[in-house]
């Protein structure tokens, strides 16, 4: 069922990327992903124009609420759906379609971490099968012994020691904390080069958190992995992420260094977002937040015209709604941001 | 353990002494909630707090008499304004206690609104099950649920509403009106903004505070997250393994540690030191090593004993009973209340 | 999974199957009937009946359409059961110039009512023989009953049978204590056998006494010269009652038939029932995950067959091609596949959405690694459950089909056993013990399975989650 298709010609690199690109793993150009529900009557815009660049050995962040397409887009780049358009460029070659034997090969460099670590792993598998899976995928280890040997390695590596211990439980006798470490262990079995996680400590308790990601750090760091952080707990990716990009509705809003897009945010939906999050100091019982966004999230099969964020956004004029929707706009240091009005906030 | 100090001139609307709920299952019982005390006064609001396991949910339940089997209150007493709940059969606890005095907001209670009904048919229902005294007619309900539902935000054609034509937080405003309208004392909120979005949990937040100033109502409100806790709570309950660790006011939990006013239990302090703050650039996480002990077996002594790094021979032990440390400032541990050189670090 | 894992898995199951009342219950009947599938065939009165069902020399010696022994409790009248006879006391006379005298006298305790139907004498040997033999009666008559120069070759075994033998020889002896009564029996019209065990009245064709006691049956061989010899004779009383559930009108030991069955409706049902829920599983998964024009052309084959009536069509292929019993299987299961392929089918849409299968094919995984690995371990305790349930239905079709007469004719089923009782007058002739444990068995063994697949069904069918 694999008709031979004409990859599309690969849109142009928009003209904002001044940033130093030697160095860059993965790219999306323009990226869109449409779902046709209802027999196709609604077109909901799940994905609609995301670009971005992730450099070698960096942690992106990839932050946003729900329904702005920040999964989907995880999975565009696992090739776990495909785009509608745009392009998925790895290492300077465009990977957006590619044929059966490429594709293998394309998963092994690419892995990800699920949100929820019971339900990634086959319940009925122990460890061992766990960790095994991508070797026998991948065709890697000659005898059952080597490949035992390469899943205590890393096993070791993502600090449950002695690996003999767990190697034969199920992941139902393991705790959440637990079971995510070897959710990241499936992911570096292969050594690949970019990992997408999808929320990995979202369902894991506050004391084991920083412990999970703290050693996801140090193992990305050692590894020189380039890591893509998706996440709606921007508190988190404060910790976490070198850089940051926040979407909205299918598209990126505003990306830059954590520092710049958290404590100088530009896009008036940034802003909103770190107004809106809780922190645990004293003094706020009484007190109600002022959230500069009026209503809530539209539905990504009507997306507005116009700004997609101007029906919400208490700084919106006529020229919001009325012309096109403004593109990424590099204010230097490799902060871009989506807003027309910027100057005049 | 009464509660008299000079500061609360006022009786409190909830007492609870000495709680204890546990499960009765096929492989033992597990003591979900082992002895737990605590007042809360009108118009105040106690957050509590802690992760998976620690009985908070089950306080919950335990506060409404209404625990799921197999689970049982065995010990204790709650009396909400004046009447003491435990040990009263359903049918009264139906008519004359639950949503007339203390009504409750489930976690994912939202999703949980039968999706065939209309909100108004909804919130009948709940009206003819726990109403007291003489009924009301129709026309007085109508009035009444419109009352709520504009209170809580809601515009009033949304009682001709389905489930399904409503967003998540309109959704979790409704929840909300239903266990407001028929005016309780206390009410119960489950994790009300967990599954919501950062703008919309603000917005339900400064909401649940509008209320309390409006309706001078008490509340619980249990969460597993700090920060959302800063919010809301003027004093925070801190559970452990079914037990109390700290209850202390909201200046002094979430004032600076190190200082004289601060959290006193070790638990809580590599709680808030493992919570992230966004306004902040934080470098280092806390984390706590091991999970939460089996609610079968508790160990002996201190049931967080194994996972402090304060923990000395008598932790392990004897068991810290609760001591009031000053002003209403409660902890149950060994080293808060025996070192006198303990600074709050 | 090694052994260990199993080992505790097999221990889990175990104890929540032994709550389930039922299913024990099951599951003890079935133990029951693989075992006497695997022993029966040393345990039966009749060893090698299987190869020989259909093999009129075979049960010669049996009584036909006799009621089982057991009738013999209920009635005031008992009925003579059947026996054989074997360890007669041998003797030896030497009467000089290398000729001998072998007499071997058997004895035979009488005690019934109901005389038996006949009594055959297997004579062996070699050489020219002259044999005769002479029964001493309790009441101290003695009849000689046969008197002959046998031919005999090895392997070879010549019968004498009382009822069609004798007949002559036993007027002879009525005659010679009776001649009047003599007179008015005619070989054709009697029963020699009765007149030999009754009282020598008027009555003793019509409402015969039964003369009880020891009767003594002396088989004397005159062996003529070294090279000759006649081996230890055995003699069968075919009784008027026999067996544990009595004959037929073939003479087949019913009781027999029976244990015979169970090996082939095992066969049957279990052949059947696992390689269509096997085929229908594997399909179902294949339909399910692989989606498209796969799924469609399944689905649609599944809709055909579904609908289409089993019976008659297994008796319209019989009466035309008059198929093998392998034959029959084949169509069956062509048939029973589609029981287990929508649940399957159903089961595998949800599982497919599982989050580990998202996970399996980021890795890298290939469909078939997906629905070999993941999917189909999950559904295998449902499949045996499928297979415990779906057995009942196909031993009936088989015995329908047997019934109709367009069975296998060589195997020994018990719709056949009850096809062959309904065409031979069975109902009419109220020959019970011969229609009744045929359809008792297919019940029971239907019911065993019923109870255990419902059993089985209960604790494996997978819940919503997989969990």
């Given amino acids: 069922m694999c008709a031979l298709k004409m990859s599309p010609a690969m849109p142009e690199r928009p003209g904002y990327f001044g940033y130093d690109d030697s160095n860059v793993i993965l790219e999306l150009r323009l990226l869109r992903k449409e779902f046709h529900v209802h027999r196709g009557r609604t077109i909901v815009k799940a994905v609609d124009g995301v670009s971005f660049q992730l450099h070698r050995g960096e942690i992106l962040g990839l932050v946003g609420e729900s329904g702005c397409g920040k999964t989907t887009t995880g999975k565009l780049i696992m090739k776990l759906i495909e785009p509608s358009s745009g392009a998925i460029i790895v290492d300077g070659e465009d990977r957006t379609r590619l044929p059966r034997e490429r594709e293998i090969e394309y998963r092994r460099h690419v892995q990800m971490i699920f949100q929820d670590p019971y339900a990634s792993m086959n319940p009925h598998f122990k460890v061992k099968d766990v960790l095994e899976e991508p070797l026998l995928i991948h065709k890697i280890g000659r005898t059952r012994s080597e490949r035992m040997d390469m899943v205590a390695e890393v096993m070791e590596k993502v600090k449950m020691s002695p690996a003999s211990e767990y190697m034969d439980r199920h992941p139902h006798m393991l705790s959440g904390g637990q079971r995510q470490r070897i959710a990241t262990a499936r992911t570096l079995i292969l050594k690949p080069q970019i990992i997408v996680a999808d929320e990995p400590v979202s369902m894991i308790d506050l004391s084991t958190r920083a412990e999970i990601l703290h050693l996801m750090k140090s193992i990305q760091r050692e590894m020189e992995l380039s890591f893509l952080y998706i996440t709606h707990d921007i508190s988190t990716a404060r910790f976490f992420t070198d850089r940051i990009a926040v979407m909205y509705l299918g598209r990126i809003v505003e990306i830059g260094s954590q520092d710049e897009v958290i404590d100088h945010p530009i896009h008036p939906y940034t802003k909103a977002l770190i107004a809106a999050v809780c922190e645990p100091v004293p003094g706020r019982v009484g007190i109600e937040r002022e959230l500069q966004v009026k209503g809530e999230i539209p539905s990504a099969a009507a997306i507005p015209a116009g700004c997609r964020f101007h029906p919400r956004c208490p700084f919106a004029a006529k020229e919001c709604e009325e012309l096109p929707e403004p593109e990424l706009e590099d204010i230097g240091g490799g902060h871009l941001h989506a807003c027309r009005r910027w100057k005049e906030i | 353990m009464s509660d008299n100090t000079a500061s609360s001139a006022a009786l409190p609307v909830l007492t609870v002494r000495d709680l204890k709920l546990h499960y009765f299952t096929s492989k033992g019982v597990v003591r979900a909630l082992d002895g737990l005390s605590f007042d809360l006064l009108p118009g105040e609001t106690i957050g509590l707090v802690g992760e998976s396991g620690c009985g908070k949910t089950t306080t919950g339940v335990a506060l409404l008499n209404m625990p799921s089997p197999p689970g049982r209150i065995v010990e204790g007493s709650i009396r909400i304004d004046g009447t003491e709940i435990v040990g009263l059969g359903d049918h009264e606890l139906r008519r004359k206690v639950r949503w007339s005095k203390i009504s409750m907001v489930f976690q994912g209670a939202m999703n949980c609104l039968t999706p065939v009904y209309t909100i108004r048919k909804l919130m009948r229902e709940t009206y003819a099950e726990h109403f007291v005294g003489e009924r009301i007619d129709a026309a007085a309900i109508e009035v009444l649920m419109r009352k709520y539902v504009t209170l809580v935000g809601l515009p009033e054609h949304v009682l001709g509403r389905y489930p399904h034509e409503l967003s998540g937080g309109m959704k979790q405003r409704v929840v909300i009106a239903m266990a407001l309208f028929l005016e309780p004392k206390v009410i119960v909120m489950d994790e009300p903004t967990t599954a919501l979005d950062v703008i919309v949990q603000a917005q339900i937040l400064n909401l649940i505070k509008r209320l309390k100033r409006e309706l001078k109502l008490s509340y619980i409100f249990i969460t597993h997250d700090l920060a959302t806790e800063a919010e809301v709570a003027d004093r925070i309950l801190v559970m452990y393994a079914g037990k109390m660790a700290e209850l202390g006011s909201n200046e002094e939990i979430f004032g600076p540690a190190g200082s004289r006013h601060g959290p006193l239990h070790p638990y809580t302090q590599k709680l808030l030191a493992s919570t992230p703050l966004l306004r902040k650039k934080v470098s280092e996480l806390a984390f706590i090593p091991g999970a939460p002990p089996d609610l079968i077996d508790p160990p002996a002594g201190c049931r967080f004993a194994p996972r402090c790094s304060f923990a000395k021979e008598k932790c392990r032990s004897v068991e810290p009973p609760v001591a009031e440390i000053e002003n209403r400032h409660m902890v149950a541990c060994w080293k808060a209340m025996e070192d006198p050189e303990y600074v709050r670090a | ?467």
């Fill in chain 3, 1 to 467: 999974m090694n052994l260990r894992d199993s080992m505790e898995s097999l221990r889990d199951f175990w104890a929540e199957f032994s709550k389930v009342k039922t299913g024990l219950v099951g599951l003890a009947l079935l133990l029951a009937f693989v075992l006497l599938g695997i022993f029966g065939s040393f345990i039966v009165p009749f060893p090698g009946a299987s190869s020989h069902w259909r093999d009129i020399t075979f049960w010669q010696d049996n009584p036909q359409a006799a009621p089982p022994v057991w009738v013999n409790f209920f009635s005031a009248t008992k009925g003579c059961p059947s026996t054989t006879l074997t360890k007669p006391t041998v003797n030896s006379q030497d009467e000089g110039n290398g000729v001998s005298l072998e007499t071997f006298v058997f004895t035979y305790a009488y005690r019934y009512d109901l005389p038996p139907r006949d009594m055959v004498i297997r004579l062996k040997g070699t050489g020219q023989v002259p044999v005769s033999i002479t029964v001493e009666r309790p009441d101290g008559l003695s009849a000689e009953i046969y008197r002959d120069q046998l031919q005999l070759a090895e392997d070879d075994v010549q019968r004498v049978s009382v009822s069609r033998n004798c007949a002559q020889a036993v007027i002879e002896f009525v005659r010679g204590q009776n001649e009047d009564l003599a007179s008015t029996m005619s070989p054709e019209l009697i029963k020699p056998i009765g007149i030999l065990f009754s009282k020598l009245d008027t009555h003793v064709s019509d409402s015969p006494t039964p003369v009880k006691g020891e009767y003594k049956i002396t088989v004397t061989a005159l062996i003529l010269s070294s090279d000759f010899k006649l081996d230890k004779p055995a003699i069968s009383i075919s009784g008027y009652v026999s067996g544990l559930l009595g004959t037929d009108a073939s003479k087949r030991d019913v009781f027999t038939g029976i244990i015979i069955g169970i090996r082939w409706a095992l066969i049957i049902g279990i052949l059947t029932s696992v390689v269509s829920v096997i085929a229908g599983v594997l399909l179902g998964i294949i339909a399910a995950y692989i989606g498209g024009a796969v799924d469609w052309l399944l689905t649609r084959l599944y809709e055909l067959i579904y609908l289409l009536p089993v019976l008659p069509f297994l008796i319209v292929i019989s009466a035309i091609f008059k198929p093998s019993i392998w034959t029959l299987i084949t169509i069956i299961c062509l048939f029973f596949w589609t029981g287990s392929f929508k649940t399957v089918y159903s089961m595998t849409l949800q599982i497919k959405e599982e989050t580990f299968i998202e996970a399996s094919r980021a890795l890298g995984s290939s469909a078939w690694r997906i629905m070999l690995k993941h999917i189909s371990p999950i559904l295998l305790p449902y499949s045996f459950a499928s297979m415990a349930l779906s057995i009942p239905a196909i031993i009936v079709y088989e015995a329908s089909v047997s019934l109709l007469g367009l069975g296998d004719a060589t195997i020994v089923s018990w719709g056949q056993i009850l096809e062959a009782a309904l065409s031979q007058g069975a109902v009419i002739n109220r020959l019970w013990w011969w229609v009744v444990p045929p359809g008792l068995m297919i019940a029971l063994m239907g019911m065993s399975f019923a109870f255990l697949g419902t059993a089985l069904d209960k604790i494996l069918h997978p819940k919503l989650k997989t969990r």
